[in-house]
C-alpha cells in the first residue's frame, strides 16, 4: 500500500508525505524521510479511512435522506442543524477513538513477532567408548545430578590401576636411593673421621719429629762434650807419661791420666752411638711423619669421593608431581564415563541407542535449560524508546493463547545486521553506498528479551510463536 497525503503537525506548514510499509506494522514519515514528530501507525491510519469511510457513508445517506425530505417536504430549520450536529459528533468521535488507538500503541508497545527461547547445550562426551547405558529417552525431562548416560570404564579403570601402580613404583624407588644415599653419608662421615685421625698422628708424627731433633741436638752437644774431655784427658796422660821417667809424677798419678783417658774415650764413643741413635730416630720421626702426610692426603681423597659419590633424590622426587598428575588425570577420565545433567532440563534430539560408540567432543544430543524461559520479541525501532529493563510484559503463547504469562524485560537488543541495500557493503577500502532513494523505508526492528516469570513446562518450546505486550505504566 502506498500514497501520498499532507501532515499538518510539520513545524514548516503542510509537506507531502510517504507511506513507509513496515511488515505489517507501518508508520507515515515526512517526503519519504523519517522526522520526529510526523510518524503515524498505519494500523491507525488504516482505522481512521475506515471510520472517515462509515462517516461518508453514513453522510451520504444522510444527505439522501435529507434530500428525500425536502422533496417530500420542505425540511424545517431544526432537522438541518441536527444533522449538522450529529455529523459533528460523528467526526470527533472518530478522532478522539483515533488519538486513542495512536497512544495506546505508542505507549504499550506490542508485537506477534515473537519466539520463545531458553538456552540449551549439546551433551558431548569428555571421554570416549561404547555407550553402555542410556538412561533417558528423547523429549524426557531430567533433573540436576540424575545420570544421563554411561561410557565403558574398563579401559579408563585399568589406566587408574596402571597409574596408582607406576605412582607406588615411584614411592619404592625413592625410598630405596634414600636408604642408599644414607649409607653413602655414613660413608663420608667415616672418611671424615679418618681425616681427622691422620691429621692427629700427622701432628702427633710432626712433635716426634721436633722431638727427635731435639735427641739429636742433645746428643751432638754430649758428643763434643765428651770429645773434650776426652781430649784433655789424652793430653794429660801424654804430658804426665815423661814427667814419670824423671820421677816428676808418681806412677799412680799416671795410671789415673789413663784410666781417666780410657774412661773418657769410652764416653765420647758412648755419646758418639748415642748421636747416631738420635739420629736414626729422627730419621724416622721424619718418615712417620711423611707416612702420616701421605696417609692425610688419601683420607681426605676418600673423604672427597665419598662426598661426591653421594647422589640426590631430586630427579626422582621431581617425578611425583608427574605420576601424580597421571592418577588425577586417570581417575578424572574415569568419572567422566558417567555423565549427569547439569540442571533441571528437556533431552531433545536423541538419535542414539545404547552400544553407540562416542567420540569426545561431539553431541550426543541437546538439552534445553528448563530453568529459565524467554519470550523474544522483534519490536520497530520507534517503539524502543517506551521499552526499558525492569518493565512488567505479557507474553501469550499461541499453543494456549487464553492464558497470560507475565515477564520482566530483561534487555533491549542493541544490533542487528545492517542492510546492504542501505549502507553497501562493508568491505576494506571505501564504502559501497548504493545509488539509490526509496520511498517506502522499513523500519528495523530489534529483539527485547522477556523472562517469563510464571513459565507452564508443558506449554513452553523453543521456537515456540508468542506475542508480547509491554506494559509501560
Given at each position: 500500500m502506498a500514497g501520498v497525503f499532507h501532515c499538518c503537525d510539520c513545524v514548516d506548514g503542510p509537506r507531502p508525505v510517504g507511506i513507509v510499509a513496515l511488515a505489517g506494522e507501518s508508520s507515515i514519515t515526512v517526503a519519504g524521510l523519517p522526522e520526529p514528530g510526523c510518524t503515524f501507525d498505519l494500523r491507525t491510519v488504516a482505522h481512521l479511512f475506515l471510520l472517515a469511510t462509515v462517516i461518508e457513508f453514513l453522510m451520504l445517506q444522510f444527505s439522501a435522506a435529507r434530500r428525500k425530505t425536502m422533496e417530500l417536504d420542505s425540511a424545517t430549520t431544526t432537522t438541518k442543524q441536527l444533522s449538522r450536529w450529529v455529523t459533528i459528533g460523528i467526526l470527533i468521535g472518530a478522532i478522539v477513538l483515533g488519538l486513542a488507538v495512536l497512544d495506546h500503541i505508542n505507549h504499550s508497545p506490542r508485537t506477534d513477532d515473537a519466539e520463545v527461547f531458553a538456552n540449551f547445550i549439546g551433551i558431548a562426551p569428555q571421554v570416549e567408548g561404547p555407550i553402555v547405558r542410556l538412561n533417558v529417552r528423547d523429549n524426557q525431562f531430567v533433573k540436576r545430578g540424575e545420570l544421563l548416560y554411561e561410557i565403558d570404564e574398563r579401559p579408563y579403570q585399568y589406566a587408574l590401576e596402571r597409574a596408582l601402580s607406576e605412582q607406588g613404583g615411584l614411592e619404592g624407588q625413592i625410598a630405596d636411593e634414600q636408604r642408599r644415599i644414607n649409607a653413602l653419608v655414613s660413608g663420608v662421615s667415616v672418611a671424615k673421621a679418618n681425616v681427622s685421625s691422620s691429621q692427629a698422628d700427622m701432628a702427633r708424627w710432626a712433635a716426634a719429629v721436633e722431638q727427635a731433633r731435639a735427641d739429636v741436638?742433645?746428643?751432638?752437644?754430649?758428643?763434643?762434650?765428651?770429645?773434650?774431655?776426652?781430649?784433655?784427658?789424652?793430653?794429660?796422660?801424654?804430658?804426665?807419661?815423661?814427667?814419670?821417667?824423671?820421677?816428676?809424677?808418681?806412677?799412680?798419678?799416671?795410671?789415673?791420666?789413663?784410666?781417666?783417658?780410657?774412661?773418657?774415650?769410652?764416653?765420647?764413643?758412648?755419646?758418639?752411638?748415642?748421636?747416631?741413635?738420635?739420629?736414626?730416630?729422627?730419621?724416622?720421626?721424619?718418615?712417620?711423619?711423611?707416612?702420616?702426610?701421605?696417609?692425610?692426603?688419601?683420607?681426605?681423597?676418600?673423604?672427597?669421593?665419598?662426598?661426591?659419590?653421594?647422589?640426590?633424590?631430586?630427579?626422582?622426587?621431581?617425578?611425583?608431581?608427574?605420576?601424580?598428575?597421571?592418577?588425577?588425570?586417570?581417575?578424572?577420565?574415569?568419572?567422566?564415563?558417567?555423565?549427569?545433567?547439569?540442571?533441571?532440563?528437556?533431552?531433545?534430539?536423541?538419535?542414539?541407542?545404547?552400544?553407540?560408540?562416542?567420540?569426545?567432543?561431539?553431541?550426543?544430543?541437546?538439552?534445553?535449560?528448563?530453568?529459565?524461559?524467554?519470550?523474544?520479541?522483534?519490536?520497530?525501532?520507534?517503539?524502543?524508546?517506551?521499552?526499558?529493563?525492569?518493565?512488567?510484559?505479557?507474553?501469550?503463547?499461541?499453543?494456549?493463547?487464553?492464558?497470560?504469562?507475565?515477564?520482566?524485560?530483561?534487555?533491549?537488543?542493541?544490533?542487528?545486521?545492517?542492510?546492504?541495500?542501505?549502507?553497501?557493503?562493508?568491505?576494506?577500502?571505501?564504502p559501497d553506498v548504493q545509488r539509490t532513494l526509496n520511498w517506502v523505508h522499513l523500519a528495523s526492528r530489534y529483539p527485547v528479551r522477556v523472562r517469563v516469570e510464571n513459565p507452564a513446562p508443558e506449554l513452553f518450546r523453543v521456537g515456540e510463536s508468542a506475542v508480547v505486550t509491554i506494559r509501560t505504566n
Open positions: 741436638a742433645n746428643a751432638e752437644q754430649g758428643v763434643s762434650r765428651a770429645k773434650a774431655e776426652w781430649t784433655y784427658a789424652s793430653n794429660n796422660l801424654h804430658r804426665l807419661e815423661p814427667l814419670l821417667a824423671k820421677q816428676f809424677v808418681t806412677v799412680d798419678q799416671v795410671d789415673r791420666a789413663k784410666t781417666s783417658e780410657i774412661a773418657q774415650s769410652e764416653g765420647l764413643k758412648q755419646a758418639d752411638s748415642q748421636l747416631r741413635l738420635s739420629q736414626a730416630g729422627l730419621q724416622s720421626a721424619l718418615a712417620q711423619y711423611d707416612r702420616s702426610k701421605a696417609a692425610l692426603e688419601q683420607s681426605k681423597a676418600q673423604h672427597e669421593q665419598a662426598h661426591n659419590s653421594v647422589t640426590s633424590l631430586e630427579p626422582l622426587v621431581n617425578q611425583r608431581g608427574a605420576r601424580e598428575s597421571a592418577v588425577k588425570g586417570a581417575r578424572y577420565n574415569l568419572n567422566n564415563c558417567k555423565v549427569y545433567a547439569p540442571f533441571d532440563a528437556l533431552v531433545t534430539n536423541l538419535t542414539i541407542s545404547e552400544g553407540a560408540y562416542a567420540h569426545v567432543g561431539q553431541d550426543v544430543f541437546t538439552l534445553i535449560d528448563a530453568r529459565t524461559w524467554w519470550a523474544i520479541g522483534n519490536f520497530r525501532e520507534s517503539q524502543l524508546s517506551h521499552i526499558a529493563p525492569g518493565m512488567r510484559a505479557d507474553v501469550y503463547v499461541l499453543s494456549k493463547p487464553s492464558i497470560r504469562f507475565t515477564g520482566i524485560v530483561d534487555s533491549v537488543g542493541f544490533g542487528v545486521t545492517p542492510d546492504p541495500d542501505v549502507i553497501g557493503k562493508l568491505d576494506k577500502g571505501l
